[in-house]
């Protein structure tokens, strides 16, 4: 079993749609949560991340944590086509230096 | 801003051939990694390294080493290319206790 779950889609929305992506994972030592997003032929870069469990909101984008349940989620509200990319879900252990990386979901959102 | 450069955006090699990728950051990071991406696999890492002379093997090290003699640069060397191997690989640097990886652009390697 992976340590990290992340379906991979393809995702496909309207424009306006409210997206979500979601990860499960199996360690329940990871302490801190990201989300990176992707454009094709280019590095993710970071999206948001979260600490422990609860939310966080930036701007049109919410990273929800549930510990109880590992299950993360990134939630994508009034989407835009520019929002068209892989979103990569990741997360790390308290100390620890190595990144455990979701497979990614591909998200195209359609004018 | 962070800026992570790789040395090539593409590359088109032989089977058996050596071959270097070269990843610079400008931030002074301690941590360095090395990954390859392929469809359906996600990230997968290669090699890490929290200090200089210092390297610690991913989830799939075989056919690959590394090399970090000064702070800024960390390479990825394959001793032997193989078919197999062909696929983006990208470097990424962190701070320590940073929570963020900055990635470079990525090499595309296709081995022949």
């Known amino acids: 079993q992976k340590e990290v779950e992340q379906d991979p889609g393809p995702l496909s929305v309207p424009e306006g749609a409210i997206v979500s992506l979601n990860c499960t994972y199996s360690?329940?030592?990871?302490?801190?949560f990201m989300w990176y997003r992707q454009y094709s032929r280019k590095g993710p870069e970071l999206l948001m991340y979260?600490?422990?469990?609860g939310n966080k909101e930036d701007g049109r984008f919410t990273a929800q944590v549930d510990k109880s349940s590992k299950y993360i989620s990134l939630f994508i509200r009034d989407s835009q086509p520019s929002d068209s990319a892989t979103y990569l879900c990741?997360?790390?252990?308290?100390?620890?230096?190595?990144?455990?990386f979701g497979t990614g979901t591909s998200l195209t959102v359609i004018p | 801003d962070v800026k992570v450069t790789q040395s090539s955006r593409y590359l088109v090699k032989r089977t058996g051939e050596k071959v270097f990728l070269e990843c610079v950051q400008d931030?002074?990071?301690?941590?360095m990694f090395w990954y390859r991406q392929d469809p359906g696999l996600g990230l997968r890492l290669i090699y890490f390294?929290?200090?200089?002379?210092?390297?610690e093997k991913g989830d799939i090290p075989e056919g690959y080493s590394v090399s970090r003699e000064k702070k800024e640069r960390f390479s990825l060397i394959l001793e032997s290319a193989s078919t197999n191997q062909t696929s983006m690989y990208l470097c990424?640097?962190?701070?320590?206790?940073?929570?963020?990886?900055?990635f470079g652009p990525g090499t595309r390697l296709t081995v022949t």
């Open positions: 979260t600490y422990s469990s």
């Open positions: 931030m002074d990071h301690e941590n």
């Open positions: 360690n329940s030592a990871f302490q801190y």
């Open positions: 990741a997360m790390i252990p308290y100390t620890g230096n190595q990144f455990y």
């Open positions: 990424a640097s962190r701070d320590r206790g940073d929570h963020e990886q900055y």
């Open positions: 390294s929290y200090d200089v002379k210092m390297k």
